[in-house]
């Protein structure tokens, strides 16, 4: 027989259950922190000057994960974290920081971090654009200038071209095609290989020197090309104004009386407002006109039988062409085209501005070799 429960005894008491939707989630909400875990690393680019932007980001990931740094843990971190971008920096602006975390162990709510620099090489960045991304690396169309230049200078036998971090070859290959003795310097020796293999298919004597353009034993004698051609490499790659001075130098050294250097710059250009036909090529065609000065300056004056008002960039055509993301050169040598001498160049000491005396058409990327003075 069984025995009743006594009255006031536990067993005897009716069990009350929260049914509030709003209160158990708050309940859940509370203890989700502790059966959390997660597992992470971040790859960010070394630089310094985001280190609040990345400070942020962080706080807000761990937030999300109930993860909550006091002041004193999230200055911790910003210490270390502006150390390591600082070294990664200074190494190379190609390399990578990591940041990897990792919850503690339950019922715990904190977690831990670590902070390593990747220390990379524009090589080793070129051999993972090789591997990951769709071929053309650097667009299909060669320079029109350089052409325009090139032609300039007399017959394709007589004018020797030494294409200066050449990629995998979207100016060297057209140049020797068109009968321009034409060798290539390229660091990167994954775009270097599939130059060479691209140059032996075609069967063009092109001479690839894997090399760094600032490291001796170069192997290029002085004298031996009439155009040194660096095509979007200062703008992308150069740091400091000692490497432009350094390019100069070099220059300087390897180029004969009347030789020409030819490098793209990217140039801030203030207080300027387009003008009509440039304006109008831009939305009709799709194009833009480089080095900031106006079409009619720089292109072809042919009326482009697409558009019928703006001239057209291309030298052979009478429709212009859209770049695909390219900025197109102009064809045609103008102002924007200053000649220097070398020398004065490779002794200037540069400064971050610029002189205010001269106009946008003054500076540009062309610079000729001549005798000083």
């Known amino acids: 027989m069984s025995q009743k429960a006594k009255p006031g005894s536990a067993s005897s008491k009716k069990v009350v259950r929260e049914k509030s939707a709003p209160l158990l989630r708050k309940a859940v909400l509370r203890r989700l922190p502790q059966r959390l875990s997660a597992t992470a690393q971040y790859r960010v680019p070394p630089a310094p000057g985001l280190l609040e932007h990345y400070v942020q980001l962080f706080n807000d990931v761990w937030l999300g994960i109930g993860r909550v740094f006091s002041e004193d843990d999230l200055e911790q971190f910003r210490v270390a974290l502006r150390t390591n971008l600082q070294e990664a920096w200074t190494a190379s602006p190609y390399s990578r920081v990591l940041v990897t975390f990792e919850t503690d162990a339950p019922p715990k709510t904190s977690l831990s971090w670590r902070i390593n620099v990747e220390a990379l090489t524009i090589a080793d960045e070129y051999e993972h654009w090789v591997k990951t991304r769709t071929p053309p690396l650097f667009g299909k169309h060669p320079d029109a200038k350089i052409f325009e230049l090139a032609r300039s200078l007399g017959a394709p036998a007589e004018v020797p071209i030494l294409d200066i971090g050449a990629g995998t070859g979207r100016n060297t290959l057209p140049l020797a095609r068109a009968g321009y003795p034409t060798d290539a310097v390229e660091l990167a020796p994954a775009l270097a290989a599939i130059l060479r293999e691209d140059a032996a298919k075609e069967g063009l004597s092109v001479r690839v020197l894997e090399a760094n353009l600032f490291e001796p034993g170069l192997g290029v004698e002085p004298g031996q090309y009439r155009i040194l051609l660096l095509a979007e490499v200062v703008a992308s790659h150069f740091r400091t104004w000692g490497e432009l001075r350094g390019l100069f130098?070099?220059?300087?050294?390897?180029?004969?009386?009347?030789?020409?250097?030819?490098?793209?710059?990217?140039?801030?250009?203030?207080?300027?407002?387009?003008?009509?036909?440039?304006?109008?090529?831009?939305?009709?065609?799709?194009?833009?006109?480089?080095?900031?000065?106006?079409?009619?300056?720089?292109?072809?004056?042919?009326?482009?039988?697409?558009?019928?008002?703006?001239?057209?960039?291309?030298?052979?055509?009478?429709?212009?062409?859209?770049?695909?993301?390219?900025?197109?050169?102009?064809?045609?040598?103008?102002?924007?085209?200053?000649?220097?001498?070398?020398?004065?160049?490779?002794?200037?000491?540069?400064?971050?501005?610029?002189?205010?005396?001269?106009?946008?058409e003054e500076r540009g990327g062309l610079v000729r070799a001549k005798q000083p003075g």
């Open 249 to 360: 130098q070099i220059a300087a050294k390897l180029l004969p009386t009347g030789g020409v250097l030819v490098f793209s710059a990217f140039r801030a250009v203030m207080a300027t407002s387009p003008m009509t036909s440039r304006e109008r090529c831009r939305k009709s065609c799709g194009v833009t006109s480089s080095l900031g000065a106006s079409c009619k300056t720089l292109w072809q004056t042919n009326r482009c039988s697409s558009c019928r008002t703006s001239p057209c960039w291309h030298s052979k055509r009478r429709t212009c062409r859209p770049t695909n993301g390219r900025r197109p050169v102009g064809s045609k040598l103008g102002p924007a085209d200053r000649i220097y001498s070398i020398s004065q160049l490779a002794s200037h000491q540069w400064s971050c501005a610029g002189s205010s005396t001269e106009s946008a």
